[in-house]
């Protein structure tokens, strides 16, 4: 009976629930395959539902001719489209520019589409080519390009190559181009620029919008002939729904005019570039217009991470490099930066998710004598290398040993400048102070040292400012025999050009700068479950892969150091670590034997 | 045959006391300790997963050919016993006790999980996501029903055909003959005791923090503080035991069938307020991808490939927590099905769960999964930070979110009310030498201890030491279990008259 009763109230629930959903059918956001059209379709959805409608679902209709033939058919209730395209698309011939809004109004009617007011922006294609060889040929007009007697190498979207009227063909012929090889058909952005900045390619066709504009060293050749018809972008509605839903055309107006292409490329850099996923970005494009107030991308923030480290280790100026390393992995994560006494420390007691640490931190010392590496910590990715800068006054004579002298060391509180404490002190170079490094300068200019050793950055600031204002010079480290007892530095060359007037290559010894985490702890069984009570988590694997590729050209982390477990182990590894110990293996497994003979016989045996 | 087990200690005078003092030892237990435990239990699993593996699959073939064979018309009960309940009425009941506060979480969680970091092939793939999808109905699905089955199975049969009292040792004294039966049984009852008090007591206490974090995110309430954590452990404790007071019909019952209802409502909200068609879609294919990648996945090692590690952390795992929650669900099982024949037992213990389960992992797994390669993304990036946040993340998305995560709570506050309720049942039930109705009284003071154990166990937060518990008992209890299974074999083989 309470069943019965309990069944019923359900199927009215379900009911309820179900009618909800066909009273007012969803509208349809179509949206073509690719980035661009992927983020401008969450930007209308979100603007929609925040004006109270049903949020539309967002359609993934694929090319220009599925996505046209949805909304043809009323598959797909609207879509942002570009002008060009749906002319191209109904077959019509370019007309003046002028009148290609009004042409496209015209012909909607008959299809019952209502066409609205751009969006602003004008995804046209564009011909591109790399900066500096549009400097040294004189390059600024598509026309220039017939200096290319051989003919130029192109690279292009797939659908560029088969367009009839603004298709590759007729650009090649309308401006007297020839074509050498065959065109490289690529479809993503990120990729057409890489061809292009690698040449593989002479010029390389892409879109008005393409985030690779922004700041890849590649310039946009104007068409002087006016060969590319604008695409701008507007939002295409089916008539009968406007009707049907009021306010929905009030909400789509105010986007007219609102999405610039600056906005516009600055969308495709999230998406192309970095990776960042539409419905996010979208979000962050609706803050910039003020759609949205600050601080709600995400219905809920999530924590932010913390980044440690050492309070004397001067490395400020790469822990800005490394938030934007870590915000290309974590996208939407705030980063906390955080100075400690103790980096390693700060991790292993779970204070912090990551640690900006020189490859020294994971070779605690103790009296002076370097212990083996920290395990509990793990080498994630790269991100710089430090080198050990010897210094002196510029104009002294070349045979003197820099070493002999006054020595100034970096103090202990900095790890670096601990390293070269002991690298120095065992290989017995007398070391007259230890100060901080802008103090030493100073003592080196005031001529109280004679020489000082500092640990920065090829490249560091500080070096270089005080390279070239007091003067001094480089000089390469004298051989050590104690560098052997600090295996984690490398023989490290600061190349000619460096710092002013270092005329040659100086050979040092240098260590990586580091991302680093707390290890796995091996022994957690079912550390999946541990999830549910632990509070500040590890970086997962997949985390750890992204950020190495993201730091790729920094190398590989030392493999010295305990690096953070690859995503796929490799089956050597793992049999070394599933290998349990022999004599506990044979013990289990005859024990497991015994009973299930013992057991066998137990059951076999008459009764 | 039945005989008095021979009593080497009263269960209970011992038992009590001895999880007290497990308790205590695990609330003080120093890390060195647990680091032992765990380096322990890692042995076992890295010199025995294969046996862990063959046994579980052989529960499974054991049922299936015993459904099979001329003993599945065999009644669990005497031949002219009628089933006690209505078929709807148990396989209700079916569906409430398997269904547990884990699936709950991991059903919307672990395929997310599979996916972001599959063993093989590329992640955030829809070929990784078709794969998540089977991982996780081969953890929740036959394998976990086949554990439950062949021990509910075992004190279904003896207790009922065979008037032996309901304790996890049953079989084994019935069965054989020889010095070695008692102690072996009675050590068996007094595992099964103390992984069932240390099982609910730690899925107590974790549970608080699921609760915690569910009324964060829809009341904004602290998600840290301990005050709250101590009030929900408190009202759970409060409202269960309330339960054991009442007799098995009357409190269990009743709180069964609200969660049955509660979780009803919930799947069809989330099935039919999300993307319907694809979720659908997703599960009858799942089933088909499941049965097919089964044999496989029945019993890969990973002799050649890479996986040992993967195998332990998550296969392993889920297999020792069913094993040792198999003498709570298990006998639960076996208490809701006299007058079944085994053939219907095996029907109704393997298959509804499992489809039921799969359709949950379905529903919400199939949602989370949809939002992550379709949609706006996001959760795995929250499951990474924390799991629990999965589900409500989850629920954020669909409209009448706040109603819905408020029935989410609800669901999860009674799941754990009738875990620990029915659990304190089982004890008593085993302490006082397997009667079918044990006295009031001795649930009560089990539920009192169980609770007392929880508390310490949030308070002390160290829920390491019950992990580590639960899985070093999984390994003896394999051994019992595959007594059991011997003895339910050598005996039915008796059943002339078929």
């Not at chain 1, 004599?583 to 008459?606: E, H, K, Y």
């Not at chain 2, 068996?188 to 099982?199: E, K, N, P, R």
Request: net charge positive; aromatic share 8%.
């Amino acid at each position: 009976m309470s069943g019965m009763r309990g069944m019923r109230a359900m199927a009215a629930i379900l009911l309820l629930v179900a009618g909800c959903q066909g009273e007012r059918a969803r509208l349809h956001l179509g949206a073509k395959d690719f980035p661009e059209q992927l983020v401008l379709a969450e930007v209308v959805a979100e603007v929609i539902a925040n004006a109270g409608i049903a949020r539309p679902q967002v359609i993934n209709c694929g090319n220009t001719s599925g996505c046209d033939g949805a909304l043809y058919s009323g598959r797909v209730d609207l879509m942002v489209e570009y002008t060009g395209t749906a002319l191209n698309y109904q077959g019509v011939a370019r007309a003046h520019r002028y009148s290609m809004m009004e042409q496209l109004r015209e012909l909607g009617k008959s299809h019952g589409l209502t066409w609205l007011d751009p969006l602003g922006f004008d995804n046209g294609y564009r011909v591109v080519v790399p900066t500096h060889r549009a400097t040294a040929l004189k390059l600024r007009a598509i026309v220039d390009l017939v200096r290319f007697s051989e003919g130029v190498r192109v690279v292009c979207p797939p659908s560029y190559v088969g367009r009839p009227m603004d298709g590759l063909a007729s650009l090649l012929s309308r401006h007297g181009l020839r074509l050498r090889g065959k065109p490289l058909l690529i479809t993503k952005a990120a990729e057409r620029y890489h061809a292009l900045l690698t040449n593989r390619a002479d010029i390389a066709v892409g879109y008005g919008t393409d985030g690779g504009l922004r700041d890849l060293g590649v310039t946009v050749l104007e068409d002087t002939l006016g060969f590319h018809p604008p695409y701008q972008a507007a939002l295409v509605v089916r008539s009968p729904v406007l009707e049907e839903y009021q306010g929905l055309r009030k909400v789509l107006d105010s986007l007219q005019g609102r999405i610039d292409g600056v906005t516009m490329r600055w969308a495709n850099y999230q998406t192309q570039v970095q990776g960042r996923s539409p419905g996010i970005v979208a979000r962050a494009l609706l803050q910039r217009l003020g759609f949205i107030a600050k601080g709600t991308v995400g219905r809920r923030p999530l924590r932010d991470l913390e980044l440690v480290y050492g309070k004397h280790d001067r490395v400020e100026s790469l822990a800005v490099k490394t938030t934007r390393v870590i915000h290309q992995v974590f996208a939407e994560r705030a980063v906390q930066l955080r100075k400690v006494h103790d980096p390693v420390e700060m991790l292993l007691q779970g204070k912090a998710d990551l640690a900006l640490l020189g490859a020294e931190r994971f070779f605690p010392s103790r009296e002076g004598r370097v212990r083996a590496a920290e395990r509990r910590v793990n080498a994630v990715a790269v991100i710089s290398t430090r080198a050990l800068h010897v210094l002196r006054r510029r104009g002294e004579p070349a045979d003197t040993k820099p070493l002999d002298g006054r020595v100034g060391v970096e103090h202990s509180e900095n790890s670096a400048g601990r390293v070269v404490g002991t690298l120095l002190g065992m290989a017995g170079v007398r070391i007259a102070t230890s100060d901080s490094a802008g103090k030493l300068l100073t003592r080196l200019k005031e001529k109280d040292l004679d020489a000082v050793v500092i640990v920065g950055e090829v490249g560091d600031a500080l070096i270089a400012q005080a390279i070239a204002e007091i003067p001094l010079e480089l000089v390469p480290l004298p051989p050590l025999e104690s560098r052997h007892l600090l295996p984690y530095l490398r023989p490290q060359r600061i190349p000619p050009g460096t710092y002013k007037e270092q005329n040659a290559a100086v050979e040092t010894l240098g260590s990586q700068l580091l991302l680093a985490t707390r290890a796995a702890q091996k022994d957690q069984v079912g550390s999946h479950v541990q999830a549910l009570s632990a509070r500040r988590k590890r970086i997962s694997a997949r985390q750890v892969q992204h950020l190495l590729e993201v730091t790729m050209i920094n190398g590989r982390p030392d493999p010295l150091l305990p690096a953070a477990a690859p995503l796929h182990a490799t089956l050597h590894q793992e049999r070394q670590s599933r290998a349990a110990g022999k004599t506990s293996d044979v013990l289990l497994n005859s024990g497991v034997f015994a009973f299930l003979i013992w057991l066998g016989w137990v059951v076999i045996r008459a009764p | 045959m039945p005989q008095q087990p021979t009593r080497l200690f009263d269960l209970f005078r011992l038992t009590l006391p001895l999880c007290g003092l497990l308790g205590l030892f695990g609330l003080l237990m120093p890390d060195s300790l647990i680091a032992a435990a765990a380096a322990i239990i890692r042995t076992a699993y890295a010199s025995l997963d294969w046996f862990f593996m063959a046994a579980v699959s052989s529960f499974l073939i054991f049922l299936i050919w015993i459904a099979f064979s001329r003993y599945g018309d065999v009644k669990l009960g005497e031949d002219d016993d009628q089933p006690e309940f209505s078929t709807s009425s148990w396989i209700a009941m079916l569906f409430a006790t398997g269904m547990g506060v884990g699936l709950l979480f991991w059903g919307s969680a672990e395929p997310l999980m599979h996916f972001d970091e599959p063993l093989m092939g590329s992640a955030r793939t829809p070929a990784a996501a078709s794969r998540a999808m089977v991982l996780t109905a081969f953890h929740w699905g036959l394998h976990a029903w086949a554990i439950y089955g062949v021990v509910a199975l075992a004190i279904a049969y003896f207790g009922f055909r065979r008037h032996e009292p309901y304790l996890p040792g049953s079989p084994v004294r019935h069965v054989f003959l020889g010095r070695w039966v008692a102690p072996v049984a009675w050590g068996s009852d007094l595992l099964a005791v103390v992984v069932v008090a240390f099982g609910v007591a730690g899925s107590l206490s974790m549970g608080v923090s699921q609760l915690q974090t569910g009324l964060h995110e829809v009341f904004g309430t602290s998600s840290q503080s301990l005050g709250i954590s101590v009030g929900i452990l408190v009202a759970l404790i409060v409202v269960y035991l309330g339960s054991a007071i009442t007799p098995i019909d009357v409190g269990i019952r009743w709180l069964s069938n609200i969660n049955m209802v509660l979780a009803l409502l919930l799947l069809s909200v989330v099935l039919f307020s999300g993307e319907t068609s694809f979720i659908l879609r997703v599960f009858v294919t799942s089933i088909g991808e499941y049965l097919q990648a089964l044999p496989e996945l029945a019993f890969q090692t990973y002799p050649h490939k890479v996986g040992g590690e993967w195998l332990q952390k998550w296969t392993l795992t889920y297999f020792s927590s069913w094993i040792a929650w198999a003498p709570f669900v298990g006998v639960f099982i076996a208490r809701i099905s006299r007058g079944r024949t085994i053939r219907q037992f095996v029907g109704g213990v393997l298959v509804v769960p499992t489809l039921i389960s799969i359709l949950w992992i379905a529903v919400f797994g199939g949602t989370a999964l949809h939002e992550e390669l379709y949609g706006r993304g996001g959760i795995s990036e929250v499951i990474s930070q924390d799991v629990t946040l999965s589900l409500f993340t989850l629920l954020q998305r669909l409209p009448f979110s706040r109603v819905v995560a408020i029935i989410a709570i609800s669901l999860d506050f009674l799941f754990l009310v009738t875990s620990a309720d029915s659990a304190t049942f089982v004890l008593g039930m085993f302490t006082s030498d397997g009667q079918l109705d044990p006295p009031r009284n001795r649930r009560l003071a089990w539920g009192l201890s169980v609770g007392v154990l929880a508390v310490a166990l949030m308070l002390s937060q160290n829920l390491d030491a019950v992990r580590s518990i639960t899985v070093l008992s999984a390994v003896p209890f394999t051994a019992v279990i595959m007594m059991q299974m011997a003895a339910l074999g050598r005996t039915i083989s008796l059943e002339k008259q078929l």
